[in-house]
C-alpha cells in the first residue's frame, strides 16, 4: 500500500448511535478519498490480533469485547499525509481531551468507545489495510 494511505475503522458506539453517515461525510469533506470499505462485525480473535499490541493492557478484554459487540465499517482511506492528517481529524483518544471540530469530539462516547480507529503509523496503515480487505477489495 502507497504511504498516503490510512486505514479506519467506524466503531460499534459510532454505528449504534447512528453517526455512520455523518463520519463518512466529515471524512470526505476533509479531502480523504474512499479505496476500500466494508461493513462488517469483527470476530474475538480478529479483534485480539488487530489490538494484540495492547494485549497486556488492563483494558484489553473491555477493548475486544465492545469492538466486537457489534458492526463495524472498515476503510482504507487516501489523502496526501494520510496517516497524520486522519489522527488529526479524529482527535485524542479521549474526547474529553479532543479539540473543537474533531470527530471524536463530535460523536465519541468516552475513552474506551471512542468511535473511530486511526492508522498511528505508514506502516501499521498498511499491515490493517491488507488485515481487512483481500487485493481485489481495494481500489
Ligand atoms: P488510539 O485509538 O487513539 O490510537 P490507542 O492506540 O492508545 O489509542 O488505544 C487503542 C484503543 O484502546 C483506544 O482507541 C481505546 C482503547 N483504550 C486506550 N486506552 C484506554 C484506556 N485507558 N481505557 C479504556 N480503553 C482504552
Ligand atoms: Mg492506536
Same mark, same amino acid.
Given at each position: 500500500?502507497?504511504?498516503?494511505?490510512?486505514?479506519?475503522?467506524? $466503531?460499534?458506539? &459510532?454505528?449504534?448511535?447512528?453517526?455512520?453517515?455523518? %463520519? %463518512?461525510?466529515? %471524512?470526505?469533506?476533509?479531502?480523504?478519498?474512499? $479505496?476500500?470499505?466494508?461493513?462488517? @462485525?469483527?470476530?474475538?480473535? @480478529?479483534? $485480539?490480533?488487530?489490538? *494484540?499490541?495492547? *494485549?497486556?493492557?488492563?483494558?484489553?478484554?473491555?477493548?475486544?469485547?465492545?469492538?466486537?459487540? !457489534?458492526?463495524?465499517? &472498515?476503510?482504507?482511506? =487516501?489523502?496526501?499525509?494520510?496517516?497524520?492528517?486522519?489522527?488529526?481529524?479524529? !482527535?485524542?483518544? +479521549?474526547? /474529553?481531551?479532543?479539540?473543537? !471540530?474533531?470527530?471524536?469530539?463530535?460523536? /465519541? =462516547?468516552?475513552?474506551?468507545?471512542? /468511535?473511530?480507529?486511526?492508522? +498511528?503509523?505508514? =506502516?501499521?496503515?498498511? %499491515? =490493517? !489495510?491488507?488485515?481487512?480487505? *483481500?487485493?481485489?477489495?481495494?481500489?
Amino acid at each position: 500500500m502507497a504511504t498516503n494511505r490510512t486505514f479506519t475503522m467506524l $466503531k460499534p458506539d &459510532a454505528i449504534e448511535n447512528g453517526h455512520m453517515g455523518k %463520519i %463518512i461525510d466529515m %471524512i470526505i469533506n476533509a479531502g480523504f478519498s474512499i $479505496k476500500a470499505m466494508k461493513y462488517t @462485525q469483527l470476530s474475538e480473535a @480478529q479483534a $485480539k490480533e488487530f489490538y *494484540a499490541v495492547h *494485549a497486556e493492557r488492563p483494558f484489553y478484554g473491555e477493548l475486544v469485547e465492545y469492538m466486537t459487540s !457489534g458492526p463495524i465499517v &472498515a476503510a482504507i482511506l =487516501e489523502k496526501e499525509n494520510a496517516v497524520a492528517d486522519f489522527r488529526a481529524l479524529i !482527535g485524542a483518544t +479521549d474526547p /474529553a481531551e479532543a479539540a473543537d !471540530g474533531t470527530i471524536r469530539k463530535a460523536y /465519541a =462516547e468516552s475513552k474506551g468507545r471512542n /468511535a473511530v480507529h486511526g492508522s +498511528d503509523s505508514d =506502516e501499521n496503515a498498511a %499491515i =490493517e !489495510g491488507v488485515f481487512h480487505f *483481500a487485493a481485489n477489495e481495494i481500489f
